[in-house]
């Protein structure tokens, strides 16, 4: 079982950063995906940046540029968030699967509870 624990997330001006961390219990001799999906009120969940084992790393074509994945050990991932906008404001959730395939179109099989990110205009 994989456990993955979100923190970060809060209120910020657009154009203002936020930085999410994800505290992730992963098996760190397999390979594993970790991922952030977001889910704004009234829509459905969407995969924003993902990190594979060795650090591949994509992106939705929405926060290319401003947003930046990355791994601080093996199992910990953070998530950079620049030049935030109005239409970045969701529930984050940390996410991870060993199916091999890593990207935000893929499908994750752990979640987090999720943090909440606001942004006002």
């Known amino acids: 079982q994989v456990q993955l624990v979100e923190s970060g997330g809060g209120s910020v001006q657009a154009g203002g950063s936020l930085r999410l961390s994800c505290a992730a219990s992963?098996?760190?001799?397999?390979?594993?995906?970790l991922a952030w999906f977001r889910q704004a009120p009234g829509k459905e969940r969407e995969g924003v940046a993902t990190?594979?084992?060795?650090?591949?790393t994509s992106y939705a074509d929405s926060v290319k540029g401003r947003f930046t994945i990355s791994r601080d050990n093996a199992k910990n991932i953070d998530l950079q968030m620049n030049s935030l906008k109005p239409e970045d404001t969701a529930t984050y959730y940390c996410?991870?699967?060993?199916?091999?395939?890593?990207?935000?179109?893929?499908?994750?099989?752990?979640w987090g509870k999720g943090t909440l990110v606001t942004i006002s205009s």
């Open positions: 996410a991870a699967t060993y199916s091999g395939m890593c990207g935000v179109s893929y499908g994750m099989d752990f």
């Open positions: 990190i594979g084992s060795p650090d591949h």
């Open positions: 992963v098996y760190a001799d397999s390979t594993y995906c």
